[in-house]
């Protein structure tokens, strides 16, 4: 990314570059902190056991990305050799930099998922325990599913796969970066959809605004053997305090938004739609917009000269993700420039 423009009216990039809100800092700012690695951070420790208790689970483990708590997560699961099950596209293959396979020793087996929802047979079919081929080790679900558009995995289909697992005897990890936005889109408390695995990884610096940080939630034993993996991996972080504070207030007003951020990506979506824009509406579920657009990245740097961010992920497709640092008169000003940018309306001919 270049440089900023002097005056942002929305930055759309990711729900990631929200920054910590004055409740945060107060909160950073009076944390009562420890040595984490020796598990003596009381705030640590009272976010740990609030993400364990809303999701239902005996343990959590902060650690400072979500990337780390999935791959903690896949090395806890997986003997060097196995298979991962995964839908195309998941985050802990496509964006987690090769990790499953240097960390681990493990490779994606993909099943297709339209609108990033695996069909449970598929998954069935893809499990192998034959001597002549790698066998598989675990199956991970992604909920929302970042690029397929921030879409949901309706429960039912996750009980199903669940089923499959079970008669398997393979483990089911939730890759649960935005897990909230799930629960909140379904209108269900959290547990009801993480109550199905065996991990969860949650991030609390997504769409709940915390500055840094994610937890994954399993078994004690579980969660003794992922602090060995997380100091491996680097990711002792002392007081750490400081982080957990901001987190536990991401985590007790960031839910409550969600659904604000859901109903501008909307508006921006079907507003875009009846520009002309190409944009699958049916993927618009939660608070992600992909648009396809030919030369994206020109289109990208051009509105970025106007005060609108977005990503341009690939050479045709662009990415708006809501949060809550963008609301109703920031929306308004970002549409003013991407409704009226004739460019688009050229390449869109
Ligand atoms: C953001 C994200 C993660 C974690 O990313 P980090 O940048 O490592 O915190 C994991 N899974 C999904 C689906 C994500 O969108």
């Not at 107060?26 to 009381?42: L, Q, S």
């Not at 960031?254 to 824009?277: I, K, M, N, T």
Request: charged share 20%.
């Amino acid at each position: 990314m270049g440089a900023m423009p002097s005056s942002v009216i929305a930055d759309l990039r990711s729900d990631t570059v929200t920054t910590p809100t004055p409740e945060m800092r107060e909160a950073m700012a009076r944390a009562e902190v420890g040595d984490d690695v020796y598990g003596e951070d009381p705030t640590v420790n009272e976010l740990q056991a609030e993400v364990a208790r809303l999701t239902g689970f005996e343990a959590g483990l902060f650690m400072p990305s979500g990337s780390m708590t999935n791959q903690v997560a896949i090395a806890l699961h997986t003997r060097r050799g196995e298979e991962v099950i995964c839908a195309e596209g998941s985050h802990i293959y496509e964006w987690e930099l090769g990790m499953m396979a240097a960390f681990s020793g493990v490779v994606p087996r993909f099943v297709t998922a339209p609108l990033g929802v695996p069909d449970p047979e598929d998954v069935r079919l893809a499990v192998r325990h034959s001597v002549h081929q790698s066998p598989t080790g675990l199956i991970s679900l992604e909920n929302t599913h970042n690029k397929a558009g921030g879409t949901i995995i309706p429960l039912e289909v996750i009980e199903q796969i669940r089923a499959v697992a079970d008669a398997e005897g393979l483990p089911l990890h939730l890759d649960g970066a935005r897990v909230f936005n799930a629960a909140a889109a379904l209108d269900v408390p959290l547990s009801e959809i993480t109550r199905h695995f065996h991990t969860v990884s949650v991030c609390l610096s997504k769409g709940l605004g915390a500055p840094v940080g994610s937890v994954l939630v399993g078994t004690a034993g579980q969660m003794k053997q992922a602090h060995r993996y997380r100091k491996m991996l680097g990711g002792g972080m002392r007081q750490a305090g400081v982080l957990a504070a901001a987190a536990l207030v991401a985590l007790r007003d960031g839910p409550a938004r969600l659904q604000a951020d859901h109903r501008r990506a909307r508006v921006l979506a079907e507003a875009l739609a009846g520009a002309g824009y190409r944009v699958n509406l049916a993927a618009v579920q939660t608070n992600i917009i992909y648009v396809t657009l030919p030369d994206a990245a020109a289109h990208v740097a051009r509105w970025a000269e106007h005060g609108v961010l977005a990503s341009a992920l690939g050479p045709d497709s662009v990415r708006f993700v809501l949060h809550h640092q963008v609301g109703d008169d920031a929306l308004a000003g970002a549409m003013d420039v991407l409704l009226q940018d004739r460019a688009v309306a050229g390449a869109l001919k």
